[in-house]
Structures are given as C-alpha cells and as structure tokens.
C-alpha cells in the first residue's frame, strides 16, 4: 500500500465533520416539521427548513472537495453566487464526476450479527435529479416575495419535507464517498452503534477495496 494514511486522517475528520453539520440540520429541520419548535410565524417556519435543506445540499456537495482545500476554497465561494444546482453540480461534476454519495446497507449475517457485505441501494434515496429540484425550490424562499408576483403555494412545500427528509436519509445513512483520486473511497455511517457520531473508513482499490483507516 502506497498511499499515507496519516496523510488522509485530516480528511476523513473533515468530511466527518460535514456529515455531523448535516445530521444537525437535519435534526433543525425535524423539530419544526413534527412543531416541536416555531419561530413564531408559519413562512420563516417554512423559509428556515428550506434554507436548512439547501446547505444540507451545499454541504452534500462541498464535502467531497475536503481533499483538496483550493478546490473546495473556490467551490464555496461559487455557491455564494450560485442560485442554480445544475450549475453547482456541473462545477463539481468538472473536479470530480463522480462526486455523488452512494447510499449503501449492510448485510448482516443472522447467525454471527457480523457484517457479511454492503450493498448498494436502488430506489429511495435522493437522486441527482431531485438535488436540482429540491435545491431550485428551496432558492425561490431566499429572497423576499414580489409584493406583484403570485403568492407561492406554501402549503404544497411544505407537504414535501418529509420526502426530502427520507429521501437525504436513505443516501447518506450508511455510503461511500469516491474521492478525486479514482483508486479512493471513504465509507460512512452516519451513526455509529456506539458513539452515534459519525464513522468514517478509507478505501483503496487493488482487485478490491482495501479498508485503510478507521476513524
């Protein structure tokens, strides 16, 4: 094996911590979905979960640029002018194409309660086109509403946050991440058995995945 692990030890912390940031705007959002908390009005209520599931996006994808710091340095500062996904996406897609998580789950064998395989997930999980189209909707809530304009159908939002929610459940739940370096790939749980924080492993391609680090 080549590769330094200690070298990548900062990177698999810091993409760790973009999960973390996730899983704690997730947790915003939930409170105010199921009203257990309210700022107080019904359309900041709606204007706050969206601006949470549009850096939730942001943040999806930002931390795969977590191995190189100038890329994501640029990257960041392009959203801040960004108000389209497709534009988002197709910046990333031009550092790495294959920038998207995975969503996977593990097997687990029923007479050793070990992990027998991964597989990956087909259907449930929010896809690339979805992205785009939660990420446009919840941009249309970042500006003040055109007094002129046609109301927005609040309530039609409103009735898909908890799609969205699954839906950004399901992809990062437990996934793999391929990093710039094609022969790369971090796994992720998002929860851990034991500390309920985020775990991260580094991969290598050979004739498979070697597993490199653990954190």
Same mark, same amino acid.
């Given at each position: 094996m080549a590769t330094d692990i200690n070298a990548y030890s900062d990177i698999l912390n810091r993409y760790a911590g973009c999960m973390e940031q996730i899983k704690l705007r997730m947790n915003s959002i939930l409170s105010i979905i199921n009203k257990k908390v309210s700022t107080g009005?019904?359309?900041?209520?709606?204007?706050?979960?969206?601006?949470?599931?549009?850096?939730?996006?942001?943040?999806?994808?930002?931390?795969?640029?977590?191995?190189?710091?100038?890329?994501?340095?640029?990257?960041?500062?392009?959203?801040?002018? #960004?108000? #389209?996904?497709?534009?988002?996406?197709?910046?990333i897609e031009k550092i790495?194409?294959?920038?998207?998580?995975?969503?996977?789950?593990?097997?687990?064998?029923?007479?050793?309660?070990?992990?027998?395989?991964?597989?990956?997930?087909?259907?449930?999980?929010?896809t690339k086109d979805e992205f785009v189209e939660i990420y446009d909707e919840c941009s249309q809530?970042? #500006?003040?509403?055109?007094?002129?304009?046609?109301?927005?159908?609040?309530?039609?939002?409103?009735?898909?946050f908890h799609s969205w929610y699954n839906k950004i459940l399901i992809l990062l739940n437990h996934h793999q991440l391929q990093?710039?370096?094609?022969n790369l790939q971090i796994w992720v749980i998002?929860?851990?058995?034991d500390s309920g924080r985020v775990t991260t492993n580094l991969f290598k391609m050979t004739s498979k995945f070697d597993d490199l680090e653990k954190d």
């Open positions: 009005y019904k359309y900041t209520d709606t204007e706050f979960v969206c601006l949470q599931f549009r850096k939730i996006l942001e943040l999806i994808a930002l931390a795969n640029l977590v191995s190189n710091k100038e890329q994501y340095a640029i990257m960041n500062k392009n959203f801040a002018n #960004h108000y #389209h996904a497709k534009h988002i996406l197709r910046d790495n194409p294959n920038f998207y998580p995975i969503p996977t789950k593990q097997i687990v064998d029923e007479k050793t309660k070990k992990v027998k395989e991964t597989i990956n997930i087909e259907e449930g999980y929010l809530l970042m #500006h003040a509403e055109n007094p002129f304009a046609e109301p927005k159908n609040l309530e039609l939002l409103r009735s898909k990093l710039i370096d094609i998002m929860n851990s058995k």
